[in-house]
């Protein structure tokens, strides 16, 4: 099946809108050039905020009709970088300016075992994979994680479809997920080398499943994820970029990232990807006043330890203690 | 599904599209070695093909992640095959494996890796919906590796849309008059023919009694019974299964010996095996090749049968070239049909119905 990696612009109206879960919007849009949407895929969406406009990604939860309704969902977070309150706004008949469906989260065939794993809104990249498997009759087993039941979207629905394939853990209810239990059980399962492993979830959780990963000897290329960068180790905050060699200091707000806040101060970076991954925009780091929040998938542990380069597009400085009054600070080298 | 459900499908398309839900033939099975890469296309679909340290079949996308350099020029290293251009590194799952110049891999860099089954002594790929991709589904060729049968067959190149070629196999009066040295006959023509189908098989019957053998059977003949001379009865019974494979029963027996009614033991047997995979909307992979169940010791045989069939059939490749070209040069001219042609028009029916259900047109795209 073709694989669309391909980003081209299209007008798509809003037809249905409701809430899934507390705080997780279902928006479902209507495109001008229906597209099928394959597991896995994603919309950008070009949202005007507060004058400025940014783009966002979104995982395509549901396509149907040969792409003619594609499902989104997507969950209000206060720390956000202000998209998901603008698509909270969102009512049945706005038009949104959207891409057609990007695929880099592709669902590989072959493998003899296939286990999602979603932590919160990260199931919306999983659950047409999901029903993609059990078309298949694939062996395959799905993993929620979430901090409340009331904020997991898609909860009892998935149940119903997925039965006993699926495995769920809820904070609060005191069933967390043990990480180090999953990814033992598939390093001692059948054909653990044939088992292929999809997450989507918050930073922490994805770096906990790789480091397991790693640990139980589990080869890497079979432990596929997807991030747009979105979460890290501290909430988003203010902080201030140094550019010595400009000889002007940049702010970036909660909402915006570096890379934003650089180009809406005129400063021309090289990006690509702007989700972390390809490092296009790695730049040296001269100094930090406070921590470095790397939130990329592009530079290696090793590296993000030494805090000598960052990546402009998803990268965040935070104060580390909250008792510090005086906004983090990056200097960075920018020739 | 009756008839009756269906929308009329009325004038044949000339440039017929293909399924993509569906099982083609990509190679021979040694075509496809852990030696080298071998670029093919697949139904508009360029593929890389290649075999990993334990023997599975692998077709992966033409083209590199990266800057799309064509990995079919790359190198194998066991379960990987590394791109020609900046040397990226990928599983039989697509994945990529290493990126030399840098500490971690981007976790989008994947090429899509495509269902393969081997069967029949080829290797067959599913460039379609994977949810769909039942291996079970692969068309029955069963001749082609069955201890009770043997023979070999080729490839053709064919420069021209797959269902030309169908419609060739479909209807074998043509044989007459484009195999006349071979196997070609006036009873051809003459004998009465019977066609049958289901949702994805058609069969057409044509037997004709009490004819002189032309020179390949009587050939076949002799070398189960030497000397033979005499009158035969002749059959060709084709069996279509969707999209496009058609195997064909073919023999003569002595006259008059009960081979119409199920005695074939005073004659000779031979399957042509036939299954056609669109390479794009003009070009065709044709592979072919005669399978046979009698002296199945005599390589002199195999090799006898599969010369005499590639110069039968380099005498259809020609004709199916000149069609096609005659097609491209008279775009506003239909096609009419012959009452001959009822075979070939049971598949249209049938191929029609795939597009429909997965919402493609029957006239491929005009190029
Ligand atoms: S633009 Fe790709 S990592 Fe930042
Ligand atoms: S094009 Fe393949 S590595 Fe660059
Ligand atoms: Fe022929």
């Given at each position: 099946m073709a694989v669309n990696t391909q980003t081209w612009w299209q007008q798509g109206r809003v037809v249905e809108a409701d809430d899934l879960a507390e705080g997780v919007r279902r928006i479902v849009l209507s495109p001008d050039r229906p597209v099928h949407a394959t597991p896995g895929t994603h919309v950008d969406l070009?949202?005007?905020?507060?004058?400025?406009?940014?783009t966002r990604s979104y995982s395509v939860l549901r396509s149907e009709d040969g792409g003619r309704r594609l499902t989104l969902g997507v969950q209000l977070a206060p720390s956000s970088r202000g998209g998901s309150r603008h698509m909270h706004g969102l009512e049945v008949g706005d038009v949104v300016e959207m891409t057609g469906p990007v695929q880099s989260f592709p669902l590989g065939v072959g493998a003899d075992r296939y286990v999602l794993v979603a932590g919160g809104i990260g199931v919306t990249a999983l659950v047409a994979m999901a029903d993609s498997l059990r078309r298949r009759g694939a062996d395959y087993t799905l993993v929620l994680?979430?901090?409340?039941?009331?904020?997991?979207?898609?909860?009892?629905?998935?149940?119903?479809?997925h039965g006993d394939r699926i495995r769920v853990f809820v904070d609060d209810e005191g069933v967390r997920l043990d990480v180090d239990a999953l990814v033992g059980e598939i390093a001692g399962g059948p054909a653990p080398a044939r088992t292929e492993m999809y997450m989507c979830g918050p930073i922490r959780l994805m770096d906990a499943i790789r480091r397991a990963w790693v640990a139980h000897e589990l080869p890497e290329p079979n432990l596929r994820f997807e991030t747009f960068g979105s979460s890290g180790a501290w909430a988003a905050e203010e902080f201030v970029v140094h550019l010595p060699q400009h000889d002007r200091s940049v702010a970036v707000t909660t909402d915006t990232s570096m890379l934003d806040a650089l180009e809406d101060a005129g400063v021309d970076v090289m990006w690509d990807c702007r989700k972390g991954e390809c490092g296009i925009c790695q730049v040296k780091v001269l100094d930090v006043d406070g921590r470095i929040d790397h939130r990329d998938v592009f530079l290696s542990k090793k590296q993000k330890e030494t805090n000598t380069s960052l990546c402009l597009c998803?990268?965040?400085a935070a104060r580390g203690e909250p008792e510090r009054s005086e906004p983090a600070a990056v200097t960075l080298h920018l020739p | 599904m009756t008839i009756l459900d269906q929308p009329p499908v009325t004038a044949a398309s000339k440039i017929f599209n293909f399924p993509r839900n569906a099982w083609y033939v990509a190679a021979w099975d040694h075509e496809v070695t852990a030696?080298?890469?071998?670029?093919?296309?697949?139904?508009?679909?360029?593929?890389?093909?290649?075999?990993n340290s334990d023997g599975r079949a692998v077709a992966m996308a033409d083209a590199c992640w990266h800057r799309l350099a064509p990995l079919s020029k790359g190198k194998l290293f066991g379960d990987e095959i590394q791109c020609p251009y900046h040397g990226l590194r990928y599983n039989s799952a697509g994945r990529c494996t290493s990126m030399p110049a840098q500490e971690t891999i981007n976790p989008s860099a994947i090429v899509p890796s495509y269902p393969v089954v081997e069967r029949h002594r080829y290797v067959w790929v599913w460039v379609g919906d994977p949810d769909l991709a039942d291996s079970g589904s692969v068309p029955d060729m069963h001749q082609m590796d069955s201890p009770d049968w043997a023979g070999d067959?080729?490839?053709?190149?064919?420069?021209?849309?797959?269902?030309?070629?169908?419609?060739?196999?479909?209807?074998?009066?043509?044989?007459?008059?484009?195999?006349s040295s071979s196997i070609g006959q006036d009873e051809l023509s003459e004998a009465e023919f019977e066609v049958s189908h289901d949702d994805t098989h058609v069969t057409v019957t044509r037997w004709m009694r009490d004819i002189d053998a032309p020179p390949f059977w009587l050939k076949n003949m002799r070398d189960k019974f030497p000397g033979f001379s005499g009158k035969v009865d002749r059959w060709q019974i084709i069996h279509f299964e969707a999209p496009s494979t058609i195997c064909i029963d073919v023999g003569v027996a002595k006259a008059g010996t009960g081979a119409p009614e199920g005695d074939r033991s005073q004659g000779v047997n031979g399957f042509v095996m036939n299954t056609i995979t669109p390479e794009t909307a003009r070009t065709s992979h044709y592979f072919w090749a005669f399978m046979r169940n009698y002296r199945l010791e005599s390589q002199t045989i195999t090799t006898q049968l599969r010369q005499g069939v590639h110069g039968v059939f380099g005498e259809d490749e020609e004709m199916l070239a000149a069609q096609q070209r005659a097609i491209d040069a008279n775009p506003d001219h239909e096609f009419y049909s012959l009452n001959i042609d009822a075979g070939g028009m049971w598949v249209r029916r049938i191929l029609d119905r795939m597009l429909q259900a997965e919402g493609l047109p029957a006239a491929a795209a005009a190029k």
């Open positions: 070009r949202l005007d905020l507060d004058g400025h406009v940014r994680a979430g901090r409340r039941r009331a904020v997991m979207a898609y909860l009892e629905e998935l149940a119903d479809t998803v990268t965040r | 030696k080298q890469p071998l670029a093919r296309t697949i139904a508009d679909v360029p593929l890389a093909l290649w075999r067959g080729e490839t053709i190149y064919a420069p021209c849309n797959y269902q030309l070629v169908l419609d060739n196999l479909m209807d074998l009066t043509h044989e007459e008059f484009v195999h």
